[in-house]
């Protein structure tokens, strides 16, 4: 086999699960080429495996809301012959949704994917030549290498590996005392950590000598990173960055403590001991999953006490909580 295709669009979270699947291919087929299909707003992570050998970015989120403009079918016809520049011994959708179905159809090779029973939306079934049957209740990480695995006739012996490395420097904001990441920030209100335990958190985090560094994004996340940062001694509220320059942030780490946010599975990935928050989802299926290093806490209808987290966080990484 020469060549293999992945479609995996978004979203973050769903992104960083598939990572796996690039480090099992490059141990089971060495010389084969990867190529990888995500949205615009991701292409980071990929760029960040080094068996990755070419990343195509689409827009489908922005197209969807410019679909009349001129500059955007340009831009769909520029993504379709990128796309059908390469025929593929394979094409492998992870995703399982109908988008990701009719981007893997539009692309050229043998289609795998989910059979309709086990595919998130069953109507994506229609696009594959080849369908398997991976069961709705492993982990996201676990369905993925199963697919993969399935599809190129290999055993998956092998350990789970993300295989990130990161490439951008570190920025000058960055504190060059000893720090932890707290992700504060996520999409939907009722997943987020209340402002005064991750004070509390923060403050206990000072006292044993480590400062807290909080990356955000919206307006409403910079706002909340700034009012926490008040509030923790020496915290630092990270300005906008990209997802390459805060894996690097993430990656120089002592640790990282976040909530149901996809960069929350980046610090997993990214082998640093992380201490996963979840407040309104079961994170069974979607946590994080990187082995002993990478702890989920709370689930649906709890919130975890910052007593708690502290211990996770201790037992982690080692450090001696005040």
């Not at 939306?121 to 399935?150: M, Q, S």
Request: proline letters at 7%; a positive charge; aromatic letters at 6%.
């Amino acid at each position: 086999m020469r060549s293999i295709l992945l479609v995996k669009t978004s979203s973050l979270g769903d992104v960083i699960h598939n990572l796996p699947v690039v480090s099992d291919l490059r141990r089971a087929m060495p010389n084969v080429a990867i190529d990888w299909v995500v949205e615009e707003g991701f292409a980071d992570i990929p760029r960040l495996h080094p068996a990755v050998r070419r990343v195509i970015p689409v827009a489908i989120r922005r197209w969807r809301k410019e679909l009349r403009r001129r500059e955007t079918r340009a831009e769909m016809r520029s993504f379709l012959c990128s796309l059908r520049q390469d025929y593929y011994d394979m094409v492998i959708d992870t995703q399982g949704l109908v988008k990701s179905a009719v981007i893997t159809r539009l692309a050229q090779g043998l289609r795998c994917g989910h059979a309709r029973e086990s595919a998130r939306e069953p109507l994506a079934a229609w696009a594959y030549d080849c369908h398997f049957a991976i069961p709705k209740t492993a982990h996201a990480v676990d369905r993925n290498r199963w697919l993969a695995a399935a599809a190129c006739d290999y055993p998956l012996d092998m350990p789970l590996r993300y295989g990130l490395h990161t490439t951008a420097p570190a920025p000058a904001w960055l504190p060059d005392s000893p720090y932890v990441v707290l992700l504060s920030a996520t999409s939907r209100d009722d997943k987020l950590w209340p402002e005064a335990r991750w004070t509390a958190l923060g403050q206990s985090l000072h006292a044993s000598g480590l400062r807290s560094v909080l990356p955000a994004g919206s307006p409403a996340e910079l706002e909340r990173a700034a009012r926490l940062a008040a509030a923790i001694p020496d915290a630092v509220a990270a300005p906008r960055s990209s997802v390459a320059e805060l894996a690097t942030v993430i990656a120089g780490a002592r640790g990282v403590v976040g909530v149901d946010t996809g960069l929350t599975h980046l610090a997993a990935a990214l082998a640093r001991p992380t201490v996963a928050l979840y407040l309104a989802t079961d994170p069974g299926l979607v946590g994080v999953h990187a082995g002993r290093e990478a702890v989920n806490l709370g689930g649906q209808g709890q919130c975890p006490a910052p007593e708690e987290v502290l211990a996770t966080f201790d037992r982690l990484t080692g450090q001696a909580i005040a």
